[in-house]
């Protein structure tokens, strides 16, 4: 293919024509991954069909149904005498009009001649893999008989339901944070409660602080309402607490994200040391602490012992989560825990936008919770351990290049490789059959894009062989880089 055309392009469309299905079609599936995958960025324009077309040897009609394919699914805009450029993907607030992107690489992947059609493995999603894991619960998940919901009236309850605030509540003193139900709010999920917060707390320019890499979307959480965004390194004690403090002291208030329960995409456990010191740097500085709780309960260390949120030695400290780590994301129910003025404001900004949580999922999540006993938390940190150390000891074996951490909490691993950005790589393993998050959707700096997130909350077997389509991806990538050279 001619080089002249651009090196995404040529990665693309590389084996296009091993598809299935008309050739326009071929095409149009292998830009719609390119973009999925975010190998190209929004606003880029595609190349003239002519040339194009002359490159991989079909007709120009064959480019131009191609790209009015694009531009049918949303992908791309056609303009008149100025060429075709990718579209803008919606702001992750709003829901897109269309999720044509996925849709397009669902059916390529389940319908053309890849080495793997029709079975993706996914593990860029740090949640359990299905509901095998749920604890039983004495009646199920919901009421029976529908009437049964009549007590509930007309299913709009802008402060949530009681017994599932106190089920949280219960919870949330179980794992050492002290909790009244007076003093949380239930949101659609971690993401949403972290948007609330942010906000109500960030206006343009004020400095907000997080480890980096960060837990993935962060950085459109906070950009999108002007948040000046500065990176601080994560080891394995967690975020590094030194650098924060250098950071607080040269901003004017500002907002601290910290999980410490277990970070996200590393698996970091803040150590006691330096939650203490975080603290100081608060009380310091008039820094206010946003302490992220959704991998609260899943730590994998059998003989260790978590230590107490930070939220549990001063209240000042806002606390959110979700349940999605534990249970299921498909619940989407999360939680805010805050002072009881700010409280206040965060259900006000929350029933602006969200009048109330599906009332189902707040069934299912409050007879959940108080199901989940010790006996089942310790089972289901042990099977996660125990998926955890095979993928590590799959990595070392097959992919010894990689530079991979040893979570201590959590359902993922982060994993350095020796490129300078892993975007290529993933879009490869697309092609593959196993999907994983590149550095670039976690990096806060511009300085982590060479990692990437894997999950190891699948089966060991699926893991196996999520690990068998990554080596032979990586061969691949590792022969096209030296061809490149």
Do not use: N
């Given at each position: 293919m001619d080089q002249d055309l651009g090196w995404w392009v040529r990665i693309a469309l590389d084996g296009w024509a091993d598809r299935s299905g008309p050739r326009y079609r071929r095409i149009a599936a292998a830009l719609a991954e390119a973009m999925e995958r975010r190998l190209v960025g929004a606003r880029t324009r595609l190349p003239a069909e002519r040339p194009l077309a002359d490159a991989l040897g079909v007709s120009r009609g064959t480019l131009v149904r191609a790209y009015d394919e694009l531009a049918d699914a949303g992908l791309v805009e056609r303009r008149q005498g100025a060429g075709t450029y990718v579209r803008p993907r919606p702001a992750w607030t709003q829901a897109p009009v269309e999720n044509a992107a996925s849709a397009l690489l669902r059916r390529r992947l389940a319908h053309d001649g890849s080495a793997h059609s029709g079975d993706v493995i996914d593990l860029s999603l740090s949640v359990p893999a299905g509901v095998d894991h749920l604890p039983n619960v004495e009646g199920g998940f919901l009421p029976q008989d529908p009437h049964d919901l009549a007590s509930y009236g007309h299913g709009l309850h802008p402060a949530e339901l009681p017994e599932l605030r106190a089920a949280l509540a219960d919870h949330l003193t179980g794992v050492g944070l002290p909790t009244t139900a007076e003093q949380l709010i239930v949101t659609s999920g971690a993401r949403h409660a972290l948007s609330l917060v942010v906000a109500a707390l960030v206006a343009p320019g004020r400095t907000v602080i997080a480890g980096c890499p960060a837990y993935p979307g962060f950085s459109a959480v906070a950009a999108a309402h002007g948040g000046r965004l500065v990176g601080v390194p994560v080891d394995p004690l967690g975020v590094d607490a030194h650098a924060v403090e250098r950071a607080a002291a040269q901003a004017r208030e500002p907002l601290v994200y910290v999980d410490s329960a277990g970070h996200d995409p590393t698996g970091a456990f803040l150590s006691a040391a330096r939650r203490d010191s975080l603290l100081r740097t608060a009380r310091r500085h008039g820094a206010l602490i946003v302490e992220d709780l959704s991998q609260a309960g899943l730590d994998l260390?059998?003989?260790?012992?978590?230590?107490?949120?930070?939220?549990?030695?001063?209240?000042?400290?806002?606390?959110?989560?979700?349940?999605?780590?534990?249970?299921?994301?498909?619940?989407?129910?999360?939680?805010?825990?805050?002072?009881?003025?700010?409280?206040?404001?965060?259900?006000?900004?929350?029933?602006?936008?969200?009048?109330?949580?599906?009332?189902?999922?707040?069934?299912?999540?409050?007879?959940?919770?108080?199901?989940?006993?010790?006996?089942?938390?310790?089972?289901?940190?042990?099977?996660?351990?125990?998926?955890?150390?095979?993928?590590?000891?799959?990595?070392?074996?097959?992919?010894?290049?990689?530079?991979?951490?040893?979570?201590?909490?959590?359902?993922?691993?982060?994993?350095?490789?020796?490129?300078?950005?892993?975007?290529?790589?993933?879009?490869?393993?697309?092609?593959?059959?196993?999907?994983?998050?590149?550095?670039?959707?976690?990096?806060?700096?511009?300085?982590?894009?060479?990692?990437?997130?894997?999950?190891?909350?699948?089966?060991?077997?699926?893991?196996?062989?999520?690990?068998?389509?990554?080596?032979?991806?990586?061969?691949?990538?590792?022969?096209?880089?030296?061809?490149?050279?």
């Open positions: 260390d059998p003989d260790g012992r978590p230590a107490a949120p930070l939220a549990a030695a001063d209240d000042s400290v806002i606390a959110i989560g979700s349940l999605s780590k534990m249970f299921w994301a498909g619940l989407r129910v999360g939680w805010v825990r805050a002072p009881a003025p700010l409280r206040d404001h965060l259900l006000r900004l929350r029933s602006a936008s969200d009048l109330a949580p599906g009332v189902p999922a707040q069934i299912i999540a409050a007879r959940l919770l108080p199901a989940a006993d010790a006996g089942w938390r310790e089972g289901l940190r042990a099977a996660l351990r125990d998926r955890r150390d095979l993928l590590l000891e799959l990595l070392a074996r097959h992919l010894p290049a990689w530079r991979v951490g040893g979570p201590r909490a959590g359902l993922s691993a982060w994993a350095v490789l020796p490129v300078t950005e892993s975007e290529t790589f993933t879009h490869l393993a697309a092609r593959y059959g196993v999907i994983v998050a590149s550095g670039a959707t976690a990096c806060v700096d511009g300085g982590h894009h060479d990692g990437v997130r894997l999950s190891f909350a699948e089966s060991p077997r699926t893991l196996e062989s999520a690990v068998d389509r990554l080596v032979a991806a990586w061969e691949e990538h590792t022969r096209r880089l030296a061809a490149s050279r």
